[in-house]
């Protein structure tokens, strides 16, 4: 998967700061025969499609320091977590420009600081908060920001309901999860495949209102889709804007990131930034790791990857210094407003 892949490369000079490095410790484990059960269900039954949710679950678990998830370790599963710890204990020891999980750990808190932007932004009123593709998003209960906001997790019925079972099973059991509620005015779980022409309908179903100011959080999903069903998510979501102030954040891959990674990968976009535009989005911003507002403190090395990459034009497939492939991951932020659609 890019989100580990990209982060493997290794280098011998640089010494690691320790401010930039997640420790190396195995989180706690906090599992329950019955919630061990749970996961070794998810082991057993689920494609890598859904298990992509506990993996990027793990990455928070182990980035701990900076992203304050309560409930990733819990709904991460050990086997995810071992493989990222394992990944991150080798890096330290190869002194890695780029350590694992890094790339997560930039979105996940881009992701968090964008979120809590697009909600002050608006003038006061209702807030939605859509994260499609959910997964085991935790948001819900750790942001304070959303806690006028009505949250809808929109995944697969089985990976929504294995995440209700996994945090019942934790409530009922551990002292640690006993007071578990939300954080967000209300949690909504929107079982749906967002490639059938009905997922919206069932997000209204659900207590969603196309007429309230929305955040759309499209975190890690556009790229597991094929070009016509992530175009046609974006156009269902841009035939919102003509009802209420919309924010869109998404991350894209680009085409050398979807050729080189695992053949999960299709859907990606070179120019987020005019796409968007096309469908009526304004004021689109266009962020790559290392950028001011998507670093947090955590590229440790300066001669990391990223930085290279953000040196060249976007336009080069290929870096003219050691010829390989430039995978880029961006992230982007887009608006909508009654007033501002494009006819
Ligand atoms: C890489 S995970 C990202 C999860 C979460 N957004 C995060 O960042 O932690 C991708 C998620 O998208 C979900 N997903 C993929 N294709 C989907 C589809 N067609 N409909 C609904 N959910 C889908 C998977 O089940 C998985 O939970």
């Known amino acids: 998967m890019l989100l580990h892949n990209l982060s493997m490369s290794v280098h011998e000079n640089s010494q690691p700061e320790d401010q930039t490095w997640p420790e190396l410790e195995l989180p706690g484990l906090p599992y329950t025969d019955t919630v061990g059960k749970l996961h070794a269900a998810i082991e057993t039954d ?31 599963g050990e086997t995810y977590l071992r493989s990222i710890y394992e990944k991150i204990k080798k890096d330290r020891l190869n002194n890695a420009r780029e350590i694992s999980g ?10 968090d600081s964008k979120i809590e932007d697009a909600i002050n932004s608006f003038d006061g009123g209702a807030t939605q908060v859509v994260l499609l593709g959910a997964g ?53 779980r929107v079982a749906a495949d967002i490639r059938d022409n009905d997922w919206f309908e069932k997000l209204q179903t659900s207590g969603f209102v196309p007429e309230k100011n929305t955040v759309w959080v499209l975190e890690g999903i556009l790229y597991y889709l094929s070009h016509s069903n992530a175009m046609e998510v974006l156009h269902v979501i841009a035939a919102n804007i003509t009802h209420t102030s919309t924010v869109l954040l998404a991350d ?22 005019h796409l968007l535009p096309s469908l009526g989005f304004s004021d689109v911003k266009l962020s790559q790791i290392g950028d001011p507002d998507a670093h947090f403190g955590l590229l440790h090395d300066p001669q990391n990857l990223f930085n290279k990459l953000r040196s060249l034009p976007r336009s080069l497939q290929i870096h003219p210094d050691d010829g390989t492939p430039c995978c880029r991951l961006y ?6 407003s009654p007033n501002h659609t494009i006819a």
């Open 136 to 188: 085991m998003d935790g948001r819900a209960y750790r942001l304070s920001c959303l806690k006028e906001s009505n949250v809808f997790e929109v995944d697969f019925l089985e990976v929504l309901q294995m995440k209700s079972n996994i945090l019942q099973a934790a409530t009922d059991s551990t002292n640690e999860f006993q007071n578990l509620k939300t954080i967000a005015k209300s949690l909504s």
């Open 102 to 111: 890094v790339i997560l750990a930039v979105r996940t808190l881009w992701f």
């Open 252 to 273: 894209f891959m680009n085409k050398q990131s979807i050729t080189l990674s695992s053949s999960m990968f299709d859907f990606y976009s070179d120019w987020p930034d």
């Open 46 to 76: 689920w494609d890598s499609l859904r298990r992509s949710a506990c993996q990027t679950a793990a990455g928070r678990a182990l980035w701990k320091h900076v992203i304050h998830d309560p409930l990733a370790e819990l709904l991460a």
């Open 331 to 336: 992230f982007v932020k887009a608006c909508g």
